[in-house]
């Protein structure tokens, strides 16, 4: 019987699942809408994921080759309780696809995780991971993992685009009146969302009436499906583009919540127990960060980092998240990644 692999990225704004044979070449792959459980509830959750995996069930548990095993990467599982919800959600998927007499070996980690398992060669490190919302994780050479934020902005956590392009809401909207200085934001905005006065931007969040139809970010187009608030999060890559155009509240926007998310890494390389003077991988993954066009962000994430840890070693993310998840698999499976194999899954996850 030959063995096949699966991953799948369970995200706020999209969900991937890319199923790969032991020596990492594509099988199944495919994109959906977002699968985060804390939004859409246990059934909505598992309704998207079934989505996916469902239609290619014949393929993932034929006689002649099957799922060896799964790796998750799942926005949401932030707590025990949402492992426990997060377990009985992904086994219910598994054995729809096998039946309840074959149950390949799972393993389920906060999404951010993905990011770490992508860009380091076993997982050990730290990450940030920087897509709708921000996430730092790591795991040290013990096998110890930590999560430092990625929850809710309510406990004091963000960094992500949506918090991002929130931010250059607020800048334009206190330039509007003359309570902050003047930002090229506004008119990026205005432009990108067809208005002419910042103000109008309120008519995008009434349920019911269409959302902004951004230029080369339209989520509708890509066939993902969202409510009206995060699809403002499209608007974060302009306050990039206002940055390097110089703009200094742009510049602090990404300066504040850059340095923000290198104090969560940073303290998880302390309580993983990295010493000062040691040298791990710092991932710098998501969305945001991968498409970023402007260094501001970066650099204040990797100077918070390296003002106590100057030897990690910052690399920003070039793969699709979803590798991560199947060298997890891999990794469950118990079958060990070859630089072979990492590159073949690279080139089956490329263009997703």
């Given at each position: 019987?030959?063995?096949?692999?699966?991953?799948?990225?369970?995200?706020?704004?999209?969900?991937?699942?890319?199923?790969?044979?032991?020596?990492g070449?594509?099988?199944?792959?495919g994109?959906?809408?977002?699968?985060?459980?804390?939004?859409?509830?246990?059934?909505?959750?598992?309704?998207?994921?079934?989505?996916?995996?469902?239609?290619?069930?014949?393929?993932?548990?034929?006689?002649?080759?099957?799922?060896?095993?799964?790796?998750?990467?799942?926005?949401?599982?932030?707590?025990?309780?949402?492992?426990?919800?997060l377990?009985?959600?992904?086994?219910?998927?598994?054995t729809?696809?096998?039946?309840?007499?074959?149950?390949?070996q799972?393993?389920?980690?906060?999404?951010?995780?993905?990011?770490?398992?992508a860009?380091?060669?076993d997982?050990?490190?730290?990450?940030?991971?920087?897509?709708?919302?921000?996430?730092?994780?790591?795991?040290?050479r013990?096998?110890?993992?930590?999560?430092i934020?990625?929850?809710?902005?309510?406990?004091?956590?963000?960094?992500?685009?949506?918090?991002?392009?929130?931010?250059?809401?607020?800048?334009?909207?206190?330039?509007?009146?003359?309570?902050?200085?003047?930002?090229?934001?506004?008119?990026?905005?205005?432009?990108?969302?067809?208005?002419?006065?910042?103000?109008?931007?309120?008519?995008?969040m009434?349920?019911g009436?269409?959302?902004?139809?951004?230029?080369?970010?339209?989520?509708?187009?890509?066939?993902?499906?969202q409510?009206?608030?995060?699809?403002?999060g499209?608007?974060?890559?302009?306050?990039?583009?206002a940055?390097?155009m110089?703009?200094?509240?742009?510049?602090?926007?990404?300066e504040t919540?850059?340095?923000?998310?290198?104090?969560?890494?940073?303290?998880?390389?302390?309580?993983l127990?990295?010493?000062?003077?040691?040298?791990?991988?710092?991932?710098?993954?998501?969305?945001?960060?991968?498409?970023?066009?402007?260094?501001?962000?970066?650099?204040?994430?990797?100077?918070?980092?390296?003002?106590?840890?100057p030897?990690?070693?910052?690399?920003?993310?070039?793969?699709?998240?979803?590798?991560?998840?199947?060298?997890?698999?891999?990794?469950?499976?118990?079958?060990?990644?070859?630089?072979?194999?990492?590159?073949?899954?690279?080139?089956?996850?490329?263009?997703?």
């Amino acid at each position: 019987m030959n063995g096949l692999i699966a991953g799948i990225d369970s995200g706020n704004t999209k969900t991937a699942f890319l199923c790969v044979t032991t020596r990492g070449e594509v099988v199944v792959r495919g994109v959906t809408g977002p699968s985060n459980y804390q939004t859409l509830g246990r059934e909505g959750c598992l309704g998207r994921l079934r989505s996916l995996v469902q239609p290619h069930a014949s393929i993932l548990a034929s006689e002649s080759s099957r799922v060896l095993g799964w790796g998750f990467g799942l926005a949401g599982l932030d707590r025990p309780r949402d492992r426990e919800v997060l377990d009985a959600i992904t086994l219910e998927l598994v054995t729809g696809v096998f039946g309840h007499g074959h149950c390949p070996q799972r393993m389920l980690q906060n999404d951010a995780f993905l990011s770490l398992r992508a860009g380091s060669d076993d997982g050990v490190g730290v990450a940030v991971s920087a897509g709708t919302s921000g996430n730092c994780v790591g795991m040290n050479r013990r096998g110890e993992r930590l999560q430092i934020g990625g929850i809710a902005a309510e406990l004091g956590d963000g960094g992500g685009g949506f918090d991002i392009a929130i931010a250059g809401l607020k800048a334009a909207g206190r330039a509007r009146d003359g309570r902050a200085p003047k930002t090229l934001i506004s008119d990026l905005y205005m432009s990108a969302m067809g208005i002419s006065d910042i103000a109008d931007v309120v008519d995008f969040m009434i349920p019911g009436n269409p959302g902004p139809d951004i230029p080369g970010e339209n989520a509708a187009a890509a066939g993902i499906e969202q409510p009206i608030p995060p699809l403002i999060g499209l608007l974060a890559p302009l306050v990039f583009q206002a940055a390097a155009m110089g703009d200094i509240p742009a510049r602090n926007i990404l300066e504040t919540f850059g340095r923000d998310l290198g104090v969560s890494a940073r303290v998880a390389a302390f309580r993983l127990g990295f010493r000062p003077g040691e040298e791990f991988p710092l991932v710098l993954g998501g969305s945001v960060l991968q498409k970023a066009t402007e260094p501001t962000y970066r650099n204040a994430i990797v100077g918070e980092v390296c003002s106590m840890f100057p030897n990690a070693s910052p690399l920003t993310l070039s793969d699709h998240p979803v590798v991560g998840a199947v060298l997890m698999g891999f990794d469950v499976a118990g079958i060990p990644v070859t630089p072979a194999i990492r590159s073949a899954v690279s080139i089956a996850a490329s263009g997703m």
